[in-house]
């Protein structure tokens, strides 16, 4: 069963930084392509970021470029999103998601996990 885990969301002043992981099981992770996508109160789920399996190519969304940067562990199984320079409209729940293939195709995930908060406010 494939598993995805999400954690280090909370709450954090504008201009903060926060680190979200997700601890993923149930398949090979160093095969495929991972991503991060969010969903802000009342709007729909919004792509962010993009890793390929050997971590060779990222690629970010016009909105959080600079900022955001994205990585894997693939000895952990683990994806990463280190977030910095936090902005009110950051608030949302970010999302850890599985590409069925190697490929980057924006949302098109097979599988996703529940999602962790993040709240950005002072």
């Known amino acids: 069963e494939v598993q995805l885990v999400e954690s280090g969301g909370g709450l954090v002043q504008p201009g903060g930084s926060l680190s979200l992981s997700c601890a993923t099981s149930g398949f090979t992770f160093r095969l495929y392509a991972m991503s991060w996508a969010r969903q802000a109160p009342g709007k729909g789920l919004e792509w962010i970021s993009a890793i390929v399996s050997d971590s060779s190519r990222t690629d970010y969304a016009d909105s959080v470029k600079g900022r955001f940067t994205i990585s894997r562990d693939n000895a952990k199984n683990t994806l990463h999103l280190q977030m910095n320079s936090l902005k009110p409209e950051d608030t949302a729940v970010y999302y850890c998601?599985?590409?069925?293939?190697?490929?980057?195709?924006?949302?098109?995930?097979?599988?996703r996990g529940q999602g962790t908060q993040v709240t950005v406010s002072s």
């Open positions: 998601a599985k590409y069925p293939t190697n490929w980057v195709r924006g949302l098109d995930y097979d599988y």
